[in-house]
Nanobody, 124 residues
Framework: QVHLVESGGGLVQAGGSLRLSCAASGRPISFHNYFMGWSRQAPGKERELVAVISPNGDWTYYPDSVQGRFAISRDNAKNTMYLEMSSLKPDDTAIYSC???????????????WGQGTQVTVSS
């Protein structure tokens, strides 16, 4: 079973940038076979899918809330996925987690193996 660990969160001022990482480990590692995604969950709010990437990186999805500000990428040789976040807003404050999906999706229900997440706090 794959184990996903997020890192790179922190405190940033509004308008700033952060780069999150999601590292996969475990046996057997099949990271390169799966779609990968990032979600976020703020206190008192439902989990929101914020980015998805195909196994070879040629397809991505972003909801309107982050389109043009967030960029998802992956390095299959390193079993790692990234989320570049720019022009951050206080509303982006949340715990950001990564997970795998067996296919292309724009919803949360197909994702599994969620990591524990990394906190992103954007101050105004």
């Amino acid at each position: 079973q794959v184990h996903l660990v997020e890192s790179g969160g922190g405190l940033v001022q509004a308008g700033g940038s952060l780069r999150l990482s999601c590292a996969a480990s475990g046996r057997p590692i099949s990271f390169h076979n799966y779609f990968m995604g990032w979600s976020r969950q703020a206190p008192g709010k439902e989990r929101e899918l914020v980015a998805v990437i195909s196994p070879n990186g040629d397809w991505t999805y972003y909801p309107d809330s982050v389109q043009g500000r967030f960029a998802i990428s992956r390095d299959n040789a390193k079993n790692t996925m990234y989320l570049e976040m720019s022009s951050l807003k206080p509303d982006d404050t949340a715990i950001y987690s990564c997970a795998q999906s067996p296919g292309a999706t724009r919803t949360l229900d197909r994702f599994f193996s969620w990591g524990q997440g990394t906190q992103v706090t954007v101050s105004s």
